[in-house]
C-alpha cells in the first residue's frame, strides 16, 4: 500500500503527558499538511510543510504543539502538556507541488482521546 | 478569507431517490473547490475537484457537481443512491495565487443516510 500512513490510529492519555504522533506521506509528494478534526466538524488546518520547511501554522497550533519534517519525508505532531480539549482525530495528508488546485490524499487519521 | 458552508448537516434519501448535497463558499479570488467523502473510522477520499476546466465536474461513484459562480455554489449530487454512499461528505476551498499553499477550508459536513 502507497498511501498516506499515521501511527498510532489511536492514543488515550491523561492531560498533562506529552503525545507525539507520526505520518508517512506518499514518497513523491513533497508538500505535506496537518488537520485537526473533532466531532461533528470539518477539518481544521494546522500546519503545512513543502519538504522540510514549515512554512505556514494556523493560529490553532498554540505553543504546545510543534511540528516537524526533518528529511522531508515522514512528519511528527507532538502535543505537550495535554488538554481535554486536545481530544480530536489528527489528520494528515500529502499532495505533490504545482499548485493548490492538487488533490490531497489523507492518511487514516490518529484519534487522541485525553482523559 | 475563504469559507464554505455546507446547508443541512443531516440529509436521508431512499435507495435509488436523487442525492443533494449542498455547498456555498466564499472567497475573494476564484477558488479551487473539492468535494471529500469520509466512512468511518477512516481518512478523507476526494470524489471531484473543480479547477476551472468545466463548470460541470464528474467524479468517482456516479457523483458530480456544478460550479456556478453567479450562486457561489458547488452542489454535490448522484441520480441514484446507493446504501453504500452513507458516509459523511465534505465540501472544501482551496485559495489559487503563487504562493499559496494549497491547504483546505472545510465545511462542517453533511451526513448523508440512505435508507432502504
Known amino acids: 500500500d502507497t498511501g498516506v500512513s499515521q501511527d498510532p490510529r489511536h492514543k488515550i492519555t491523561k492531560r498533562g503527558q506529552n503525545v507525539t504522533f507520526r505520518c508517512d506521506p506518499i514518497s513523491e509528494h513533497n508538500r505535506l499538511y496537518w488537520y485537526r478534526q473533532t466531532l461533528g466538524q470539518g477539518p481544521e488546518f494546522l500546519t503545512y510543510f513543502q519538504n522540510e520547511a514549515q512554512l505556514e501554522k494556523s493560529r490553532l497550533l498554540s505553543d504546545r504543539f510543534s511540528a516537524e519534517r526533518p528529511k522531508g519525508s515522514f512528519s511528527t505532531l507532538e502535543i505537550q502538556r495535554t488538554e481535554q480539549g486536545d481530544s480530536a482525530m489528527y489528520l494528515c495528508?500529502?499532495?505533490?507541488?504545482?499548485?493548490?488546485?492538487?488533490?490531497?490524499?489523507f492518511g487514516p487519521g490518529t484519534r487522541l482521546t485525553v482523559l | 478569507a475563504q469559507s464554505v458552508t455546507q446547508l443541512g448537516s443531516h440529509v436521508s434519501v431512499s435507495e435509488g431517490a436523487l442525492v443533494l448535497l449542498r455547498c456555498n463558499y466564499s472567497s475573494s479570488v476564484p477558488p479551487y473547490l473539492f468535494w471529500y467523502v469520509q466512512y468511518p473510522n477512516q481518512g478523507l477520499q476526494l470524489l471531484l475537484k473543480?479547477?476551472?476546466?468545466?463548470?460541470l465536474v464528474k467524479g468517482i461513484n456516479g457523483f458530480e457537481a456544478e460550479f456556478k459562480k453567479s450562486e457561489t455554489s458547488f452542489h454535490l449530487t448522484k441520480p441514484s443512491a446507493h446504501m453504500s454512499d452513507a458516509a459523511e461528505y465534505f465540501c472544501?476551498?482551496?485559495?489559487?495565487?503563487?504562493?499559496?499553499?494549497?491547504?483546505?477550508?472545510f465545511g462542517q459536513g453533511t451526513t448523508l443516510q440512505v435508507k432502504p
Open positions: 473543480y479547477t476551472s476546466a468545466a463548470t
Open positions: 495528508a500529502s499532495s505533490l507541488a504545482g499548485g493548490p488546485g492538487n488533490e490531497q490524499f
Open positions: 472544501a476551498v482551496s485559495v489559487r495565487g503563487s504562493g499559496n499553499t494549497g491547504k483546505l477550508i
